[in-house]
């Protein structure tokens, strides 16, 4: 008897052994998980910020002034400034119109007014993608600064017209020229004395059903992923696991 309890104390010391040895690894296991999602964490709040840091992204979201809404939800077209370089940003405009007729005839946005004094002038276009309207303007000289209007908004720094419209579902130009130029630069909006104040408007043309109506659109901040929800989601996920591997045990 004596010697049977002897073999059954030794055949548990054997298995509580093993079963912490698998405990340990999986303790392990959890350390290079939580180091790993730490490094992405650590790697995304470099690029991720208030709007994300190095991304702007606008919605033209808000129909204004008289005429008829465009066809679909919006936002009907998207604005998104990224930082690639320095002093260059690329700018995507995503053309998100469903209506048969509608084109986009303009778009105006702004300038940090620190920046360059104001003057966006000094603002060069580069085309990237299906880029290629016939007019590009802005502003001239401090003088005349904020000197574009969009309907009823007033007060904008830069121009951009489309002659034929625009009906390409992507344009991109790469713009440059403007010492400090980032892509929160054009994170600001009008300053007209009247009318409403937008990041950025938009014209957009052959909206109704024979097309033969307009729009004025403003744009509005679409809000990005922040990195603190990445460390939350890590913090609710690891514990988890964490628990989950204690109960498999």
Request: charged content about 15%; aromatic content about 8%; hydrophobic content about 45%.
């Amino acid at each position: 008897m004596g010697t049977a309890v002897v073999i059954v104390n030794c055949d548990l010391g054997l298995n509580l052994r093993e079963k912490t040895s698998w405990l340990e690894e999986r303790e392990n296991e959890m350390k290079s998980l939580l180091i790993g999602f730490s490094a992405v964490v650590v790697a995304t709040l470099g690029f991720v910020g208030p709007a994300s840091a190095g991304v702007v992204e606008l919605g033209f979201t808000e129909h204004y002034a008289d005429g008829v809404a465009p066809a679909g939800d919006a936002p009907w077209i998207t604005l998104r400034f990224t930082d690639v370089g320095v002093n260059e940003v690329r700018m995507d405009i995503l053309n998100l119109l469903v209506g048969d007729h509608e084109r986009i005839h303009q778009i105006n946005f702004n300038l940090n007014p620190l920046l360059n004094g104001g003057d966006a002038s000094d603002l060069l276009f580069t085309q990237v993608i299906n880029a290629n309207p016939n007019n590009i303007t802005a502003d001239s000289s401090d003088a005349i600064a904020n000197a574009f209007s969009a309907g009823p908004a007033l007060g904008f720094d830069t121009e951009i017209i489309w002659t034929p419209p625009a009906a390409a579902l992507e344009t991109s130009f790469l713009l440059s020229g403007i010492s400090g130029l980032t892509a929160e630069s054009f994170l600001f909006k009008n300053t007209g004395s009247t009318g409403p104040h937008f990041y950025a408007a938009a014209h957009i043309g052959g909206v109704g059903p024979d097309g033969e109506d307009s729009a004025w659109l403003g744009a509005t901040l679409i809000p990005l992923p922040q990195a603190w929800l990445l460390l939350v989601v890590g913090l609710m996920v690891v514990p988890a696991l964490r628990y989950r591997f204690r109960m498999m045990g």
